[in-house]
């Protein structure tokens, strides 16, 4: 027991770093491939990879060569010369993708940043600088700047931040797409939606709601911008969500594991909306710098090999084929299974803090995701081997859960 002067002392002292985070107390000090270490050398098999970002696991050995050779050679040069990695990456993603043209960033935030404004001046130069604003969908995620969290428009991000940045109209997660037309005016720049919510708890928005919202952005004259910071490159089994249905984005914005790691983010888009964003309208001291874009070309490489993305659909089936058994067993904590490719989310009866607590304890890493939903994120380069012993450390889990949870009274007979 502490005496209440040291108690007064620690509630009065902030740590070091500001206590924005909830965090485990655990410390990731190194690791093999889908299998994460702490400072006790306590191994966990990680199923969060970060949060969808080590999607190649811990220390490739073609990133860790990658990264080990341009550090040799030149960490920074100025955007002001050619760097000729994001001259490379750029031609390969614009192969693979709708896109003509993109913006390397070192964030997911600053790549929807990108986008915005990309949006706002392409009408402005298209003499309708009226159309400013951004449609935006409830429980979406776009990063935690002052235009990404008033893109969300969530009480939690926003709260005590104001005044809000002007020009994102939020609209419900329909599930019938028509109804967003109806927040259409002559204001609307774009649409923005993540083709699978992440942070809102995995929600896939369906190819025909997709198609819809494309049919919408014709018809009006707006961009379709997609959010794949979190779905994108390989997460879903294909190097873009959006490849799974048949519309094409007019902007997309993408992070996380397109850098495997390392920071990087980019945002593509077309000639079209492109050819707007003219010499001194946009810029970043790190964004597109050679470690990164080595990199990045890197990880690309890997990805697009040969079967790379097959192995990922492969082990998604095997997996949720697994998780549906495991929710048929434990019905009474598990409700629904649900996402694409890797990115899988199981939507819980109890709190998913509650559950992500526990799978630490059983060497399990995963994260929580809002709408009650526990996410699975693994590096997407598992074997089946770690999705058995992931489904046998579950089924601890959702065991103990199961023995803790409130017994339905009996009812009494009279
Ligand atoms: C994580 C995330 C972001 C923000 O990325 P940061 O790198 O944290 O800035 C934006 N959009 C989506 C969909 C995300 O999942």
Same mark, same amino acid.
């Given at each position: 027991?502490?005496?209440?002067?040291?108690?007064?002392?620690?509630?009065?002292?902030?740590?070091?770093?500001?206590?924005?985070?909830?965090? %485990?107390?655990?410390?990731?000090?190194?690791?093999? #491939?889908?299998?994460?270490?702490?400072?006790?050398?306590?191994?966990?098999?990680?199923?969060?990879? @970060?949060?969808?970002?080590?999607?190649? #696991?811990?220390? !490739?050995?073609?990133?860790?060569?990658?990264?080990?050779?341009?550090?040799?050679?030149?960490? !920074?040069?100025?955007?002001?010369?050619?760097?000729?990695?994001?001259?490379?990456?750029?031609?390969?993603?614009?192969?693979?993708?709708?896109?003509?043209?993109?913006?390397?960033?070192?964030? @997911?935030?600053?790549?929807?940043?990108?986008?915005?404004?990309?949006?706002?001046?392409?009408?402005?130069?298209?003499?309708?600088?009226?159309r400013y604003r951004?449609?935006?969908?409830?429980?979406?995620?776009?990063?935690?700047?002052?235009?990404?969290?008033?893109?969300?428009?969530?009480?939690?991000?926003?709260?005590?931040?104001?005044?809000?940045?002007?020009? %994102?109209?939020?609209?419900?997660?329909?599930?019938? +797409?028509?109804?967003?037309?109806?927040?259409?005016?002559?204001?609307?720049?774009?649409?923005? &939606?993540?083709?699978?919510?992440?942070? @809102?708890?995995?929600? $896939?928005?369906s190819s025909d709601?997709?198609? &819809?919202?494309?049919?919408?952005?014709?018809?009006?004259?707006?961009?379709? &911008?997609?959010?794949?910071?979190?779905?994108?490159?390989?997460?879903?089994?294909?190097?873009?969500?959006?490849?799974?249905?048949?519309?094409?984005?007019?902007?997309?914005?993408?992070?996380?594991?397109?850098?495997?790691? %390392?920071?990087?983010?980019?945002?593509?888009?077309?000639?079209?909306?492109?050819?707007?964003?003219?010499?001194?309208?946009?810029?970043?001291?790190? #964004?597109?710098?050679? +470690?990164?874009?080595?990199?990045?070309?890197?990880?690309?490489?890997?990805?697009?090999?040969?079967?790379?993305?097959?192995?990922?659909?492969?082990?998604?089936?095997?997996?949720?084929?697994?998780?549906?058994t495991l929710r048929?067993?434990?019905?009474?904590?598990?409700?629904?299974?649900?996402?694409?490719?890797?990115?899988?989310?199981?939507?819980?009866?109890?709190? $998913?803090?509650?559950?992500?607590?526990?799978?630490?304890?059983?060497?399990?890493?995963?994260?929580?995701?809002?709408?009650?939903?526990?996410?699975?994120?693994?590096?997407?380069?598992?074997?089946?081997? !770690?999705?058995?012993?992931?489904?046998?450390?579950?089924?601890?889990?959702?065991?103990? &859960?199961?023995?803790?949870? $409130?017994?339905?009274? $009996?009812?009494?007979?009279?």
């Amino acid at each position: 027991m502490k005496n209440s002067r040291e108690d007064k002392k620690e509630e009065n002292i902030i740590s070091v770093v500001l206590p924005t985070y909830n965090r %485990f107390d655990i410390e990731i000090d190194h690791g093999q #491939g889908v299998y994460a270490y702490d400072q006790h050398d306590n191994e966990y098999l990680d199923f969060g990879s @970060g949060i969808g970002v080590n999607n190649l #696991g811990f220390c !490739h050995p073609k990133l860790v060569k990658a990264l080990t050779e341009q550090a040799s050679k030149v960490w !920074h040069t100025s955007n002001i010369y050619r760097i000729a990695g994001q001259e490379k990456l750029a031609k390969r993603l614009a192969e693979k993708t709708f896109a003509d043209t993109m913006f390397f960033t070192n964030s @997911g935030a600053e790549a929807v940043e990108c986008a915005i404004k990309m949006a706002r001046k392409y009408h402005y130069e298209n003499n309708a600088p009226e159309r400013y604003r951004i449609i935006t969908f409830a429980g979406c995620f776009h990063g935690r700047t002052l235009a990404t969290i008033a893109a969300s428009g969530q009480e939690k991000l926003i709260k005590g931040f104001g005044p809000m940045p002007d020009g %994102f109209d939020l609209v419900d997660f329909y599930r019938d +797409m028509t109804k967003v037309e109806n927040a259409i005016s002559h204001k609307t720049a774009a649409i923005m &939606i993540e083709p699978v919510q992440g942070e @809102g708890g995995i929600r $896939p928005v369906s190819s025909d709601n997709l198609q &819809i919202l494309r049919n919408l952005c014709d018809k009006h004259g707006i961009l379709l &911008i997609f959010d794949e910071v979190q779905c994108g490159m390989g997460r879903t089994d294909k190097l873009f969500a959006y490849q799974h249905s048949n519309i094409k984005p007019d902007i997309l914005c993408t992070a996380k594991g397109i850098g495997g790691g %390392f920071p990087l983010g980019a945002c593509l888009t077309t000639e079209k909306v492109g050819r707007c964003m003219t010499t001194g309208s946009h810029g970043s001291t790190y #964004g597109g710098n050679p +470690m990164a874009m080595a990199v990045g070309n890197c990880v690309l490489d890997i990805i697009l090999e040969d079967g790379f993305l097959d192995h990922v659909e492969k082990m998604s089936y095997e997996l949720r084929k697994d998780l549906m058994t495991l929710r048929n067993k434990f019905p009474a904590v598990i409700k629904v299974v649900r996402g694409i490719g890797l990115m899988l989310g199981l939507k819980l009866s109890i709190e $998913p803090a509650l559950f992500v607590k526990k799978a630490l304890k059983h060497g399990l890493l995963l994260v929580g995701a809002a709408d009650n939903t526990v996410r699975l994120l693994p590096p997407l380069i598992i074997e089946q081997v !770690h999705i058995d012993e992931a489904i046998e450390k579950l089924e601890k889990i959702c065991a103990e &859960i199961e023995a803790e949870l $409130p017994k339905p009274q $009996p009812i009494e007979e009279e």
